[in-house]
């Protein structure tokens, strides 16, 4: 979250919040008319020579990182917080390396998802269109600037980004480079915007989504600031609030298989979004199977939390409550629990689950089966960690975030998600009878 | 729209509205989740038995609908109105056979949609599901009750429906007997639910999604309807508001199949969405064109307002004001412009059009193909009748309705459309480096 940082508006161009804003939504619907047009080498040229520009302005950045570092510092920001927010060279080359891999990308707009002939002799095909505006709303993170601006402009959309307060200096700084490599590629400078004042009026106005112009907001940082944007936005989010994922240890496991999938899921990394959160063993596992994997992860530094069969399994396990089979620790602590047989973990991840990530390990097919069929999440997995929820490992190259809404985007969100479709049809002087 | 009815609430069960529609809500939930495990052949057999039981209730559902017309006749409603409201046993049976239609369609659900292998063995799919729950808030139309319950049923989604207050009896009598089909393939009866009251409170209570009940919000009827639904809808709608179709007749079109498409596109049928509304014809076309179109149309009796070439064209003609571009008529009435080629009429549909269905006329594939790509509306069609618009045509089988949100949905929304989907990863052990 933020550090309450209070800085005077001087970047504020103009008196009327709400005019600025406005002008920004007509500037990006203009721009993504304009995308719509670009072929695939322009977009391309366009996202390198941003890549180009950002390494370029790398003593720009980091002098205007120093200031928002030093104004952090001074309001007390934590050490994780002023890590997520300092950028160095490393930092910069790694930011702008990513933005050449959005680059690279195979361009989605275009292509023909589908195509049939009807008897009359039509021929209709499905083909991607750019989805138009987007909306991100970020925190510290001043990469996002770049990140998200190249995804978006890669799948032909206009971008508005909306910055943390905090990482202001930054993502301005990060921004104008931007601005110098698609003025460089002659593509219009209003294809990304940054909001340009720490207003926080600015998210508000996004959320209502600028008369129209903007089609869809992405949130990208902690759990304040996405369910401000789920709770408010009346236009539509691609998001996740909780990634509450679950691993379950079937009693046809493989021993080693299992430790080696729980061990991952929880602790190759505690605080991204696919780490494992409960541990579900079945009972016809527990004898053979829960005291190692509790110990197992202990070892490892991990907290466990566990129903009273797990408590029974080792003294260090403390006692679990409801709240722990909700919750997202993001840290180095798991929940336990012996369930009976695959139908009652499908019934706990659904009572409990945040419908973002679950894993069964076994060797018994029509279990696996079972648990990827009824599982309703965005990403089911039989025999792999939960934590290759991710869109570079799925082979998207980069991501925006994960989706665990329903409609249009789910999962990692890459660029193909950031684009909508439209039917062209060819007829031959067709009339309906 | 409806005509101004009060009847008394004897049909509201319980004395409080909220409570009865978070029991909706839930149910439908509970449903959805049943609904996804069913096999095609469950469902299809589902569907074919409402449509059995639909047959088997006509006698009840004629004298419900008696009933229904009779006060909205007391109530002076008009002949169109009253014309929407009646069924006959040969409606009743047209509404069985589509019900049958839907009940033969391909399964959307499990089908995969792409599948691929990672680097490291892990095989992933990307794979349909249902999209959960759709609410279905309609208005006269008795037939939309079995419509749009077995199209959300085919995608394996649970569907809550809201009739309109006037047809409430025919639509009670329509879901009794779909319950019973349900009850005979013993599928649970919450999978469609008709709200029980006439209470309009209920329809703002299904806006705000009932606690996240409801996954989406599909409008059936007039304009009034579709735009307070997309006015306060705190959920996605799939809809659209107006269908203000273009046709543009370039220089290179074949003349006798621009008076054929053009004819066609107006005429046809003047009051659906798909009608054209407004004719653009290149000013190298209208020497020669423009007389014989606007002759053509105003024959046909339809009253031509223009511009002052198209006033020049005809004397019948009357002036178009700024109004015209942007307006749906659904009536037989055209507005005509003449425009300087492909890049006005893409101009100009851009600025007044509403992105529903456009279509161009030329023997140029040049121009054609700029037109399609450039043109942001659901349905862009060349040498083609803009009455295309339709699920049916598409070859869809049966639609709900035209979406023109860039979300999602675009078009004409069938079965396919009514799903979501997840991804579905198998591995052998891999964790995460």
Not at 48 to 59: E, K, S
Not at 178 to 205: K, M, S
Not at 287 to 292: A, D, K, R, V, Y
Not at 368 to 388: C, G, M, P, W, Y
């Amino acid at each position: 979250m933020s550090a309450p940082l209070k800085k005077p508006i001087e970047e504020f161009i103009g008196a009327d919040i709400t005019a600025t804003m406005r002008t920004i939504g007509a500037n990006a619907r203009a721009a993504a008319r304009i995308l719509a047009t670009l072929g695939a080498v322009e977009k391309k040229h366009a996202i390198a020579a941003m890549a180009r520009a950002i390494r370029a302005a790398t003593n720009a950045t980091l002098t205007a990182n120093r200031e928002d570092v030093a104004e952090a510092e001074k309001a007390g920001a934590t050490a994780a917080f002023i890590d997520r927010l300092r950028l160095d060279e490393k930092r910069i080359a790694a930011m702008a390396d990513g933005v050449d891999i959005v680059a690279a990308l195979p361009d989605p707009v275009g292509k023909v998802i589908s195509g049939w002939e009807r008897p009359n002799g039509m021929r209709i095909e499905q083909v991607r269109v750019p989805l138009g505006v987007i909306g991100i709303i970020y925190e510290s993170r001043p990469n996002v600037t770049a990140d998200a601006g190249a995804l978006g402009l890669k799948a032909g959309n206009a971008v508005i980004l909306r910055g943390g307060s905090d990482s202001f200096l930054s993502s301005r700084a990060i921004h104008a480079a931007i601005a110098t490599g698609l003025a460089d590629a002659g593509v219009p400078g209003t294809a990304i915007q940054l909001v340009p004042t720490r207003d926080r009026d600015a998210v508000g106005l996004m959320l209502a989504g600028l008369d129209g112009a903007i089609d869809v907001i992405v949130p990208r940082g902690g759990k304040g600031l996405v369910a401000r944007v789920q709770a408010e936005a009346r236009l539509p989010v691609f998001a996740h609030l909780d990634g509450n994922c679950h691993v379950y240890v079937d009693k046809a496991a493989d021993p080693e298989m299992a430790k080696s999938i729980v061990l991952n899921s929880k602790m190759r990394r505690t605080g991204v979004c696919g780490a494992a959160e409960t541990l579900l063993v079945d009972k016809g596992a527990a004898p053979t199977l829960l005291i190692p994997l509790v110990r197992m992860l202990i070892e490892a530094g991990c907290e466990v939390r566990g129903d009273r069969d797990t408590q029974a399994a080792d003294p260090r396990v403390k006692g679990a409550t409801d709240e722990d089979w909700i919750t997202e620790y993001l840290d180095a602590i798991i929940a336990v629990k012996v369930v009976d047989g695959v139908d009652a973990a499908i019934a706990h991840v659904e009572q409990y689950g945040s419908h973002h990530t679950d894993a069964i390990v076994t060797a018994d097919r029509a279990a696996a089966e079972k648990f990827l069929d009824r599982i309703d999440s965005a990403i089911v997995l039989h025999n792999a960690s939960t934590q290759f929820a991710d869109g570079g490992e799925f082979g998207f190259g980069a991501e925006i975030g994960i989706a665990t809404g329903r409609l249009h985007a789910r999962g990692p969100v890459g660029v193909e998600q950031l684009t909508t479709f439209k039917y062209r049809v060819r007829g031959s002087g067709q009339t309906r009878p």
